[in-house]
């Protein structure tokens, strides 16, 4: 089950392979030389089973994700589903995708963003290199994937955070793209009911950052 390696990030390692005869993605954290061997090892162990868990459990709200097929956090390995398609960030950037379109997927991230948060579930990752468009029979779906940082919280602040990091991924990588923006704000404000407070405090929270 090595697999051929698509991509050798700076915490994993990932191939697509097969397992039970399905096209499958192989994620395999490596090990940190910076860090004491103990504590890397711990580190890779907590983020696998986080992964894990919350790829599974968000399901349940309506949220697409891979399926996992295989989980040994000991190993840092994790087997899931392929998903074939591109990644948003490429989709957002590809000039043939019509702007319309783009900001369909922009409210739709909104939405995903809005349904974890109604489940107080913090992502940890986002970015549009972290969620996957793929072909499904009607049309396109949005998956989202990444899931090594993902918690639970009820606070403010941690929700705050969670927008905060995708603002700043969005407006450095689609800078050419505001309005995007804007519908993800819209997205994630009708699909949860306290995003206008988290939103808020976003504002608070950034404010301290920029006169800190
Ligand atoms: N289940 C999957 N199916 C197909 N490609 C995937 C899958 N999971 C990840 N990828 C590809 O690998 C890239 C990195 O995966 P990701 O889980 O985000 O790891 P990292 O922690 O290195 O960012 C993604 O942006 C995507 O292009
Ligand atoms: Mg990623």
Known sequence: MKGILIKRGAEAELRKTT???????????????????ELDNEIRAQRTRQEARALHAVKAWGIRTPFVFEARPKESLLVMEWIEGKTL????????????????????????????????????????????????????????????LAFYS???????????????TYNATHFDFPAGWNAVVKGYTRTFKNARKVLAHMNEVEGRVRYA
């Open 89 to 148: 960030k490429e989709t957002l950037q590809d000039p043939k995708t019509p702007r319309a379109q783009k900001i369909k997927w922009c409210r739709e991230l909104g939405h995903i963003m809005g349904l974890l948060h109604a489940h107080e579930c913090v992502h940890g990752d986002l970015t549009t290199s972290n969620v996957l468009v793929r072909k499904n029979k009607r049309g396109m779906e949005l998956v989202l994937i990444d899931f090594g």
């Open 19 to 37: 397992w039970l005869g399905k096209i499958a993605l192989k994620k395999m954290r490596v090990p940190k030389a910076y860090r004491a061997r």
């Open 154 to 168: 009820h606070k403010l602040e941690d929700l705050a955070v969670d927008v905060i990091g995708l603002k700043k």
